[in-house]
C-alpha cells in the first residue's frame, strides 16, 4: 500500500432533510436525504490532454489553478490507466466499469454489429437514477455514433441520465454557433463550447444542490480542432514560442476556468465535503506528431512517456486522475498503485451505497485502499488491446487496421508490448517487447532478451486475459469515395 497521507481521519456530519424541493427545469420534484451515504458526484473528463500539462502532474508553463485545488484538496493518482488509448473505447471502459474488448470492441466503433453487447449493458448513472439521484450529461458522450445530425445509437437519456446538453458526435467546432443538442432539441451554443459547458454544469448544480445528483462533466477539450479565445490565447504570448502550442495552452486555461466555476459552484452551496469529484483524461494527449491525422493533432505534451493517443506505450494509456471527497479522502494524498479508469464506477456506486447490477464487471471499488482498510494493489496487472495504425504506404498517415492489433500488459514495474499482430493468424507473430518502468518510464530500452522468464510469465497472463474477452468483431468494408 502507498499512500502518502493516512486517509482514515473522518469528517463528521449531520444529515440534513431536504422536503418538497420542486425541479422546474423540468417539472422535476424529490424529496431526498443529503447524507454522508449519499454523496453526490461529478465525474470530470478531459479530452485528449497531455499528461504533463497540468500542474499536478507536470511542469509545462499552463497554469491550471482550479485543477491545482483539486489534487491539493484530494487524492492524486500516480498510476491511474485508461481501458484504452482511444475515445469511444476508453468512454464505454469508463462507463461500463468493464473492458470495453467483453464487448468486442478494440476501437472507436459505432455500427450496430459492433456495439451490439456494449448496448446491453448497464451504464455508471443507471444505478444513481435509479436511486432517486438527478442524473446530467454535459459535454461529450461519444458513445451513440460520431456524427453531427443525431444520435445514431441509443443516447445518454436512454442510458441513465435525465439531463442533457452535449454535441453528438466525437468533435466539434469550438465556436458559438456549434451545433449541440439539449435533450431532444437542437441548437446553436450561444458561446465558445467550453465555456458553455462550464456554464451549463454550474447552472446543473445550482438547480440540484438540495438534492443527491450525478454530474458527468465530459470536455471535449483540448481535441482538435484547434480553437481558443483570443484573449486565453494572449495570456502566453510571451512564455510560449510555438503558436499552436499557444493555442493549446488557451483551451486548457478555458476548461481550467469551467472547472473552476464548478467547485465554485459546490462551495457556494455548501456542499463541498459531500460531493466526490473526479477528474481524469479520456487517453493520451494527441501531441504535434504528424504521423496520425490531423483530427488528432493538438500539441499536447506527454512527458515523460513514449507516445500518444492512439499507442499502448504509457503516453496512450496513463492519465492524469484525481479524487476528491472531503468527507472521507484526506487532502494531498498520493496514490501509487495500479488503477483503472473501469473502477470508478464500482467507486462511485459504492460510495452511495448503492447496488452492483448484477453483471460482469472489471471495477474495483478504490475507497478501501484509500482509506487503508485494505492493502496491497486493487490490480496485480491491467491489459491493453486495440486496433494498430500503421502507414498505408511508407511516409504515409496512418489508419486503423481492424484485425491488426497492438496489446500491452503491465504488472509491477515491467510492461509487455506487441505491435502490429495480425489476430487471424498465429503464423510469425510479432516479438513482445519488454520494458523496465522502474528505471525506463520512458520505454526507451527493449530487455525482452535479458529476461525471458518475465517475458513468459506476462505472455502468459495476457493471453488468459484475451481468451476472456470477446473476439475482435470484423468492420464492414468502407467504401471508397468517387473523386
Not at 465555456?195 to 451549463?200: F, I, K, M
Request: charged residues 25%; aromatic residues 10%; contains cysteine.
Amino acid at each position: 500500500m502507498k499512500v502518502t497521507e493516512n486517509l482514515k481521519k473522518m469528517t463528521a456530519w449531520k444529515p440534513l432533510m431536504i422536503v418538497g424541493v420542486s425541479w422546474l427545469w423540468c417539472g422535476y420534484s424529490a424529496a431526498q436525504d443529503i447524507t454522508p451515504e449519499r454523496p453526490n458526484v461529478v465525474l470530470i473528463m478531459a479530452d485528449d490532454m497531455g499528461y504533463a500539462d497540468i500542474g499536478p502532474f507536470g511542469n509545462s508553463g499552463i497554469p491550471t489553478p482550479a485543477l491545482n485545488r483539486l489534487a491539493d484538496e484530494g487524492v492524486r493518482f500516480t498510476e491511474a490507466y485508461v481501458t484504452a488509448p482511444i475515445c469511444v473505447a476508453s468512454r464505454m471502459g469508463l462507463m461500463s466499469g468493464r473492458h470495453q474488448q467483453r464487448f468486442g470492441v478494440y476501437g472507436n466503433f459505432h455500427a450496430p454489429n459492433q456495439v451490439a453487447l456494449f448496448e446491453q449493458a448497464t451504464l455508471m448513472p443507471v444505478p444513481f437514477q435509479e436511486a432517486g439521484y438527478r442524473t446530467g450529461l454535459v459535454g461529450k458522450w461519444h458513445l451513440a455514433g460520431n456524427g453531427t445530425g443525431g444520435w445514431q445509437r441509443p443516447g445518454p437519456l436512454t442510458r441513465g441520465i435525465d439531463e442533457c446538453v452535449a454535441i453528438t458526435g466525437g468533435g466539434s467546432s469550438f465556436w458559438a454557433g456549434a451545433k449541440i443538442v439539449r435533450q431532444e432539441i437542437y441548437e446553436k451554443s450561444p458561446a465558445y463550447l467550453t465555456d458553455l459547458w462550464g456554464t451549463e454544469a454550474t447552472a446543473f448544480v445550482e438547480r440540484n444542490a438540495k438534492n443527491p445528483f450525478f454530474l458527468y462533466l465530459a470536455f471535449n477539450a483540448v481535441h482538435a480542432p484547434m480553437h481558443a479565445l483570443d484573449e486565453d490565447i494572449a495570456l502566453f504570448e510571451n512564455s510560449i514560442e510555438d503558436p499552436n502550442r499557444r493555442i493549446y495552452a488557451g483551451m486548457l486555461t478555458a476548461m481550467d476556468r469551467a472547472i473552476g466555476g464548478v467547485l465554485d459552484q459546490l462551495d457556494k452551496h455548501g456542499i463541498t465535503e459531500n460531493t466526490m469529484v473526479i477528474f481524469l483524461n479520456d487517453n493520451g494527449g494527441g501531441g504535434s506528431t504528424d504521423q496520425y491525422a490531423s483530427h488528432s493533432r493538438n500539441w499536447a505534451d506527454n512527458q515523460p512517456f513514449r507516445g500518444y493517443k492512439f499507442d499502448v506505450f504509457e503516453g496512450g494509456v496513463r492519465v492524469p486522475m484525481i479524487m476528491r471527497w472531503p468527507a472521507r479522502l484526506k487532502a494531498g494524498s498520493v496514490y501509487e498503485e495500479l488503477v483503472s479508469s473501469a473502477d470508478i464506477y464500482r467507486t462511485v456506486v459504492s460510495a452511495a451505497n448503492l447496488e452492483m447490477p448484477d453483471e460482469t464487471f472489471d471495477s474495483v471499488d478504490l475507497l478501501p485502499y484509500l482509506t487503508e482498510d485494505k492493502t496491497g494493489s486493487p490490480h496485480d496487472w491491467l491489459c491493453w488491446q486495440n486496433r494498430s495504425r500503421i502507414p498505408e504506404e511508407a511516409g504515409g498517415l496512418t489508419s486503423p487496421k481492424s484485425r491488426i492489433h497492438n496489446s500491452a500488459i503491465r504488472k509491477d514495474d515491467w510492461k509487455l508490448i506487441r505491435l502490429d499482430e495480425d489476430i487471424d493468424t498465429t503464423n510469425d507473430l510479432p516479438a513482445w517487447q519488454l520494458y523496465d518502468l522502474a528505471s525506463d518510464v520512458g520505454e526507451q530500452t527493449d530487455v525482452a532478451t535479458k529476461h525471458p522468464e518475465v517475458v513468459r510469465e506476462l505472455a502468459r497472463l495476457f493471453d488468459a486475459w484475451r481468451g476472456e474477452m470477446h473476439p475482435s468483431i470484423a468492420e464492414p468494408p468502407r467504401v471508397k469515395k468517387k473523386k
